[in-house]
């Protein structure tokens, strides 16, 4: 007996609400933030009669390859906006995309099992319906989703989802960037500040984070430093920061070009703002432009070398250190027997006075006698002194090639706060 023609679509028919129940179950099995369904009668009646509704428009649309009406698309744009207005979560909205395309890709395949295999021409032209359709459909719930988030999620919230997926190489990362009203760029300059922790007592940094994203429209997040069970004020942490750079720039990889790593222009600007705010000191490690798909390791990147990095003021020159900055210091923390002779270096300069500080000026300004007296105030043959206080300390003369490669190190050592 020949399958008679439609038949596919019968069957697709005649299960759209067994169907539709299976998915809003699923929901409730497979994605926590709708576990609530199975106490809120009225969220699911909802959600039922949509999953209803859009099998039945399947079923009464695809026979012909009609598309999706405008009336259509509203009503799914109003369900994508209903959802964000219940609070649910960009990644909870993602997992309920994939689960609804996989259960109706399902619900064709047992449909046309059931009719045992069917005619070819029907499941070709549900097929053929779907993937068109459904990408309007998504599209359609991703923007009512996105239009009420924005009104919903604080800018520097919004700002912090993005830096977040864009990290993590999530393609919410496109949709997010529309929620921020913030175009993605191809390559990233990826920049850490880290801010040590705060007295107690200190106020917190939201105001401070907010009105950097603001002003430079980046997207920026805080991550608060994990404090162990010792004792510390607490509350410091990092601000990851990104940067849209152009292609091309200096690289940190494999046989990276000589001389200083390229950042944008902007981010010096945005580090001197931030420390302004801040009020104490920080310090920032930067990245050259690198690729999404590279983002994370130069995280990582940025991370190490603003750990590396002397913590500094925004009235003293700061500004963010890269790879070229600071490479010694890098791989002397990483050696411990290497850090732990510059920290007795270090301990000899004790006794002063104010000789850390003073050999910090004197590199800071290329060894210019007269630039350094002038950045710590005194008289040349103050600075003159305290750099024969260095030699008879240590046994190094400050201003020989040797004493520039080992005394340089322990000032950034001792600067960055890497021995306590």
């Given at each position: 007996m020949l399958t008679p023609m439609g038949s596919l679509f019968g069957e697709l028919a005649r299960q759209a609400t067994a169907n539709a129940r299976r998915e809003v179950e699923t929901y409730v099995r497979e994605i926590p933030e709708l576990g609530s369904l199975d106490v809120n009668s009225r969220a699911r009646a909802e959600t039922l009669e949509?999953?209803?509704?859009?099998?039945?428009?399947?079923?009464?649309?695809?026979?012909?390859?009609?598309?999706?009406?405008?009336?259509d698309l509203g009503y799914i744009t109003s369900m994508g906006a209903s959802r964000a207005g219940s609070?649910?979560?960009?990644?909870?909205?993602?997992?309920v995309l994939r689960v609804h395309t996989a259960l109706m890709l399902r619900e064709i395949n047992e449909a046309t099992e059931a009719q045992r295999g069917g005619h070819v021409e029907e499941l070709m032209r549900i097929m053929s319906w779907f993937a068109p359709q459904g990408e309007r459909g998504i599209g359609a719930y991703r923007e009512g989703f996105?239009?009420?988030?924005?009104?919903?999620?604080?800018?520097?919230?919004?700002?912090?989802?993005?830096?977040?997926?864009?990290?993590?190489?999530?393609?919410?990362?496109?949709?997010?960037?529309?929620?921020?009203?913030?175009?993605?760029?191809?390559?990233?300059?990826?920049?850490?500040?880290?801010?040590?922790?705060?007295?107690?007592?200190?106020?917190?940094?939201?105001?401070?984070?907010?009105?950097?994203?603001?002003?430079?429209g980046v997207p920026a997040t805080w991550c608060p430093e994990r404090v162990g069970g010792g004792g510390g004020g607490g509350g410091g942490g990092e601000l990851i920061v990104l940067v849209p750079g152009a292609a091309g720039a200096a690289r940190l990889h494999a046989?990276?070009?000589?001389?200083?790593?390229?950042?944008?222009d902007l981010v010096p600007d945005l580090l001197q703002d931030f420390a302004q705010a801040l009020g104490r000191p920080c310090a920032a490690g930067s990245t050259a432009a690198v690729p999404l798909s590279e983002l994370s390791g130069a995280l990582d990147r940025a991370r190490r070398i603003s750990r590396a990095a002397p913590l500094r003021r925004a009235?003293?020159?700061?500004?963010?250190?890269?790879?070229?900055?600071?490479?010694?210091?890098?791989?002397?923390?990483?050696?411990?027997?290497?850090?732990?002779?510059?920290?007795?270096?270090?301990?000899?300069?004790?006794?002063?006075?104010?000789?850390?500080?003073?050999?910090?000026?004197?590199?800071?300004?290329?060894?210019?006698?007269?630039?350094?007296?002038?950045?710590?105030?005194?008289?040349?043959?103050?600075?003159?002194?305290?750099?024969?206080?260095?030699?008879?300390l240590t046994g190094i003369d400050p201003g020989s090639t040797h004493g520039v490669r080992v005394l340089s190190s322990v000032v950034t050592r001792s600067l960055s706060r890497a021995w306590g």
């Open positions: 949509y999953a209803v509704w859009f099998r039945r428009r399947t079923v009464e649309l695809a026979p012909e390859n009609d598309m999706l009406t405008e009336d609070g649910m979560s960009l990644e909870s909205r993602q997992r996105v239009t009420v988030m924005r009104r919903q999620v604080p800018y520097v919230e919004q700002a912090a989802l993005l830096a977040r997926s864009l990290l993590a190489e999530d393609p919410a990362a496109e949709e997010l960037a529309l929620v921020a009203g913030m175009e993605l760029a191809d390559h990233y300059a990826v920049t850490v500040i880290r801010v040590p922790d705060r007295p107690a007592g200190d106020r917190d940094l939201e105001n401070e984070i907010e009105a950097l994203v603001k002003r430079y046989a990276p070009a000589p001389g200083p790593d390229l950042v944008p009235s003293t020159r700061l500004r963010p250190h890269t790879l070229a900055d600071v490479f010694v210091e890098l791989t002397v923390a990483d050696v411990p027997f290497v850090d732990e002779w510059l920290r007795t270096v270090a301990r000899s300069l004790r006794p002063g006075p104010d000789l850390l500080v003073t050999l910090d000026a004197y590199y800071r300004h290329d060894m210019n006698r007269g630039s350094a007296a002038t950045a710590l105030n005194v008289h040349p043959r103050t600075l003159d002194y305290r750099l024969r206080r260095v030699r008879e």
